[in-house]
């Protein structure tokens, strides 16, 4: 290698080897280096505007008058400081050059712009193909689509076919208003994939917000039944034990040979849409949270009748109670004694249910026992709702926040008369 010119430094930077003068890379022009770096960071690395020059000593602006060849005032021009590396040799442009000389411009930022470029494109693209919508919440709409980061990654022309989808899906809609149709049959139908609407996909994320707009606030699946639009009929059954149907029941010879096995019983809303379910007026009913509490019911066969909503209840199970309250069925309630086991708990009461076991009091038994047994409860980090049927339990759960899973009540709660309270 032949040795460098003197009054110059040589540098490796991953490439070939680079010869810098010994001015350029003494430390007196660094200032200068990163103010460069920070305009091409900052407006692109194609920008060759003026730059104003930051305080430099007596030798550093010596060195710069040196470069490009005349005495520099407030102002420098990148172009003319380009051109002056790239006779030095130091690079084949300004961004290599001042990477060579230890300032790279780093490509995060212009990343950044052109991301929010891009973002800006979809938005607008999205806004300007529901412009001509009737529906006086279409603003809205489109507005709460863009903060829930439904478009988040997408192109113009993507934005543009999502919103045309969401229409596509509200017109059919409209057209068939008293219809009755799957989720997955009305996607195949217009969109051509049967699973264009499934949870979680970004489309179903769009339509779900419309009808929000349209019919009111209210859970996904309750929204879109509301439309006419069933998400499936025999997925998320009610999971049953021991309910003892009238005879002329569809399902009674069904539920009654299960029970008389031992077996406990899925029923799911097929079944009950086309065999409705009937009891005598008055038979009570045990609705638990938790699945462990009928398969518990089923082991001891247990007299009371029980019915899991497996966490927030499916269409199944609300159509299940429905049905079993219309017929004079008096149900009971019991869940988790966590924040979102008190809700479920609260909406329960919505659909005619009675809390039963899960009030205040019942909540401090279940402490005292575990505190009896030297059992740590884990805690609940989040604030509890209003828990209307008493009060008291909202106050004594926020100032304890430890969980009480309904399991650790067995086997009281199958041997415990159902009665109020």
């Not at 879109?224 to 009674?252: N, Y």
């Amino acid at each position: 290698m032949r040795a460098a010119r003197r009054g110059r430094r040589t540098r490796w930077t991953g490439g070939p080897l680079v010869s810098i003068p010994e001015s350029l890379g003494s430390g007196e022009l660094d200032a200068l280096w990163e103010r460069v770096r920070e305009r091409l960071e900052r407006s692109g690395v194609d920008n060759r505007g003026r730059l104003q020059i930051p305080d430099l000593s007596p030798v550093g602006r010596l060195a710069l008058q040196s470069l490009i060849d005349h005495r520099p005032r407030t102002m420098l021009d990148l172009a003319v400081l380009e051109a002056a590396l790239r006779r030095l040799d130091v690079g084949d442009d300004l961004p290599t050059a001042i990477a060579v000389l230890g300032f790279p411009v780093s490509d995060e930022p212009a990343a950044r712009r052109a991301d929010q470029a891009r973002r800006r494109r979809a938005h607008a693209a999205a806004r300007d193909a529901c412009d001509a919508w009737p529906e006086p919440w279409t603003q809205e709409w489109i507005d709460d689509v863009i903060r829930a980061g439904v478009l988040r990654g997408f192109e113009a022309e993507q934005a543009r076919d999502l919103v045309r989808q969401v229409r596509q899906v509200l017109d059919r809609l409209e057209q068939s208003p008293a219809g009755r149709t799957s989720r997955v049959d009305l996607a195949a139908q217009i969109l051509g994939s049967a699973h264009a609407l499934d949870a979680g996909t970004r489309l179903e994320a769009a339509v779900t917000r419309a009808l929000r707009f349209e019919l009111g606030d209210d859970e996904s699946r309750s929204l879109w039944e509301r439309a006419g639009v069933h998400l499936d009929l025999t997925s998320a059954p009610a999971l049953t034990w021991g309910i003892p149907l009238k005879s002329e029941c569809g399902l009674a010879t069904l539920l009654t040979a299960a029970t008389t096995s031992g077996i406990p019983l899925h029923l799911s809303r097929f079944a009950l849409e086309c065999q409705p379910v009937q009891v005598a007026a008055g038979t009570k009913l045990l609705v638990v949270e938790n699945p462990r509490i009928v398969e518990a019911a089923a082991q001891v066969r247990s007299s009371t009748p029980v019915i899991s909503t497996n966490g927030q209840p499916s269409s199944a199970v609300v159509l299940l109670l429905a049905q079993l309250h219309e017929s004079g069925a008096r149900l009971y309630y019991h869940g988790d004694f966590d924040t979102p086991g008190l809700a479920i708990c609260a909406r329960m009461m919505t659909l005619g249910l009675t809390p039963w076991r899960m009030n205040a009091r019942d909540y401090r038994e279940a402490l005292d026992a575990a505190d009896a047994e030297g059992t740590r409860l884990p805690q609940d980090s989040l604030s509890p709702g209003p828990t209307p049927w008493d009060p008291a339990l909202r106050e004594l759960f926020d100032r304890e926040r430890r969980i009480v899973h309904e399991e650790r009540l067995l086997p009281s709660l199958l041997e415990t008369p159902l009665a109020r309270g």
